[in-house]
């Protein structure tokens, strides 16, 4: 089955600068690759998905990059904000079959101000 | 429209009690997961459910944990003989299909054993 790495696992930034999370997924047939934010107890909630058929995409602050030869996909949060701060978890899952989507541990990230 | 919904939101149960846990999917959603959070922790897949076909419960943790779900409706979680590492927040998702769409989670039931 699929398994996906997700590094680091605490992230502390000063704001207004970059911050960056990085995942690995094993299977190569995966081609849907969503980030949730879950902010102190709350639920997670998308921010930004990923589909295998383009290498970039972005939404204002956040970006995500997709490397399908690699298998790794990365967040890109710039010009980071207190309210950034929370637990990203990245996931990795495809069409046909079952579909489960396996999500990485998360990473904890902290703005300082 | 409506969300998700999850009851209870609260739940503490004795060491060795059944707990029966809920989830309303958002209409129209024909997959449905469950996935259990420890404290500082992330998601650890307990079950999913897509339409009419076999469910996958290749995530429960023990035959002590089951889950129904009634057509594309309501879903339960049953934790049989509850332990304290049972403890934990127990969030529910539902999309549109399995896999390539965004999950709309549940706001969670904690649940306490004691």
């Known amino acids: 089955g699929e398994n996906v790495e997700q590094h680091p696992s605490t992230l502390s930034v000063q704001e207004g600068d970059s911050a960056v999370i990085k995942c690995t997924y094993s299977?190569?047939?995966?081609?849907?690759f969503p980030w949730y934010k879950q902010e102190l107890g709350k639920r997670p909630q998308l921010i930004i998905d990923?589909?295998?058929?383009?290498g970039e995409k972005k939404d204002q602050r956040i970006a995500v990059t997709l490397n399908k030869t690699a298998k790794h996909f990365s967040l890109h949060i710039t010009e980071t904000q207190p309210e950034d701060s929370a637990v990203y978890f990245c996931?990795?899952?495809?069409?046909?079959?079952?579909?489960?989507?396996?999500f990485g541990i998360g990473t904890k990230l902290q703005v300082i101000p | 429209g409506a969300g998700v919904s999850q009851s209870p939101s609260n739940k503490v149960t004795e060491k060795g009690k059944d707990v029966e846990l809920r989830c309303d999917p958002i209409s129209g959603h024909t997959a449905l997961y469950w996935y259990r959070q420890r404290l500082g922790q992330g998601l650890e897949f307990l079950i999913y459910?897509?339409?009419?076909?076999?469910?996958?419960k290749s995530g429960l943790p023990s035959d002590r944990f089951s889950a129904e779900r009634t057509g594309e409706s309501v879903s339960t979680l049953t934790i049989q003989r509850t332990q304290q590492e049972d403890s934990a927040v127990y969030l529910c998702?539902?999309?549109?299909?399995?896999?390539?769409?965004?999950?709309?989670f549940g706001p969670g039931t904690r649940l306490t054993v004691t």
């Open positions: 996931a990795a899952s495809k069409t046909g079959g079952y579909q489960k989507v396996t």
């Open positions: 990923i589909r295998s058929n383009v």
């Open positions: 459910f897509q339409g009419n076909s076999a469910p996958d």
């Open positions: 299977d190569s047939a995966s081609n849907y």
């Open positions: 998702a539902s999309s549109l299909a399995a896999g390539i769409y965004e999950q709309y």
